[in-house]
């Protein structure tokens, strides 16, 4: 994972994969927001279940300083969704955009 400095307060982009893949399935849009400067995570999930993958990615977003951009495919989406409440300290708005 790259590591975030102040003075790129660009957004971390946080790839969640599908039900049928795993975070290696993010590996060329990691390249490509890389190299436009994005610090870039794709936390591979437990696939235990929609409440414990999200409390996963909950814990992991409450270790993110700065803002977040999440982008879900299929089941990660679901697992965004239920993400419960914000992590501390941040503003959280729910799309569509």
Request: hydrophobic share 40%.
């Amino acid at each position: 994972m790259a590591v975030y400095t102040d003075r790129s307060r660009r957004a971390w982009h946080t790839l969640v994969h599908g039900a049928f893949a795993d975070a290696s399935s993010w590996n060329g849009v990691v390249t490509r927001l890389q190299k436009q400067g994005y610090t870039v995570v794709a936390p591979a999930l437990a696939m235990r279940g929609l409440s414990t993958d999200s409390a996963y990615l909950a814990s992991l977003l409450g270790q993110i300083p700065g803002p977040v951009v999440l982008v879900g495919h299929s089941y990660g989406g679901a697992v965004i969704s239920n993400v419960r409440g914000c992590p501390r300290g941040r503003r959280c708005r729910r799309g569509p955009w």
